[in-house]
């Protein structure tokens, strides 16, 4: 594949740290804020990147024939949008979109022109996760499922000093939820699709949701889902059956090992050390995709990303927590 990347903070920096890991790709461009371009230079030099951008659509016009999207959340719809109408495939980080309306659009627009579009979110491509999915059945009748995550932002100290950063400001479609939170929904949804019903009780200072609890209820049995940016406390992800137990000690970001014990005694272990971070997995298996013009499992995986969206969507109304995107006219 012929990567563009869009972006020159954390994420994308992430990503370059592993970028090697994919045998297929060349990474042709780079666009950043002007702002950024120094950073961006330094990148390029870096990585070995030929083109640097700071207009986005002269960065469209270059020869790569994907993007990676890198960007505050606010801006996933628009960039996407215009990089599928120049005919690329986009790679957009996660949370997908603000909204489940500008969510169907991309979705409805990459499908028209045959494009592959993806949410990055390492949840899903995890190994481990993999085999939670297989596992599932050996714990008998699902009763309850509880994940947690939290992480104590330093950005926090500064949104009490009444600073407001995009991770907090409901203008950039921030807040726990669409950060971190959302990864337990991956995590739930992924294993059991779209709930009968969605409630978010939400901690929420000047508009924005530090912190809060997802219910699904899935009419037999019922999942919680803890993210906080306000407070920390230790990870985990456990699924309780009526034949007995999985548990995953560590965030669902990351879904490394775990452990299945069964009510009578039978026990266990998950654990794939086939990847050194996080983010190799999902890239690989984009790249797998891209280059084998498998469009089905794609578009498999976008039908899960809209099912988080609508989630995603509910619960943020239900809770009051508006972003600008709310009340836009979408095509
Ligand atoms: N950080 C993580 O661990 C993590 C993990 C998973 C997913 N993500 C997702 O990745 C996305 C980015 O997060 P981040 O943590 O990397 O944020 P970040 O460090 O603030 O980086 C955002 C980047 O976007 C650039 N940018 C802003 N407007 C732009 C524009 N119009 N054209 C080109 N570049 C522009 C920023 O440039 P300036 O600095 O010049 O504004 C900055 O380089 C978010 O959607 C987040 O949810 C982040």
Not at 277 to 305: A, P
Request: aromatic content about 10%; some cysteine; hydrophobic content about 35%.
């Amino acid at each position: 594949m012929k990567l563009g990347i869009v972006g020159s903070g954390i994420i994308v920096k992430d990503f370059l740290s592993i970028a090697h890991h994919l045998k297929h790709t060349t990474i042709l461009s780079l666009c950043s804020t002007k702002r950024s371009e120094d950073d961006a230079r330094a990148l390029a030099k870096e990585y070995l990147i030929r083109h640097i951008f700071t207009d986005y659509v002269d960065f469209l016009k270059c020869e790569a024939d994907t993007v990676y999207l890198g960007l505050p959340n606010h801006l996933h719809f628009s960039y996407a949008y215009q990089a599928l109408l120049a005919g690329k495939n986009v790679i957009v980080e996660k949370p997908f979109t603000p909204t489940i309306e500008q969510a169907t659009i991309l979705s409805r627009t990459a499908r028209e022109k045959h494009l592959f579009l993806f949410e990055a979110v390492t949840t899903l491509y995890q190994p481990d996760y993999r085999r939670v999915k297989e596992l599932i059945p050996s714990l008998g009748s699902v009763r309850l499922v509880r994940c947690s995550y939290s992480q104590y932002s330093r950005r926090y100290d500064r949104f009490k000093n009444g600073e407001v950063l995009p991770a907090f400001d409901p203008a950039c479609a921030g807040g726990a939820l669409m950060d971190i939170n959302i990864y337990n929904l991956h995590y739930a949804a992924g294993l059991f699709g779209m709930p009968e019903s969605v409630h978010y009780f939400a901690n929420i200072e000047r508009g924005i949701d530090t912190s809060g609890v997802l219910l699904l209820d899935y009419g037999s049995f019922l999942c919680t889902l803890t993210g906080a940016k306000d407070c920390s406390a230790p990870n985990s992800c456990i699924i309780q059956g009526d034949k007995g137990y999985l548990i995953q000690d560590s965030p669902a970001n990351i879904c490394e090992g775990g452990r299945v014990i069964l009510n009578d005694g039978s026990k266990e272990t998950v654990a794939d050390h086939s990847y050194s971070h996080r983010m190799i997995s999902e890239f690989l298996e984009f790249e797998n995709m891209i280059l084998s013009g498998d469009l089905t499992t794609c578009y498999r995986y976008l039908d899960h990303t809209l099912c988080v969206c609508e989630i995603l969507t509910q619960a943020r109304r239900m809770a009051g927590i508006v972003f600008p995107e709310d009340g836009q006219e979408v095509q």
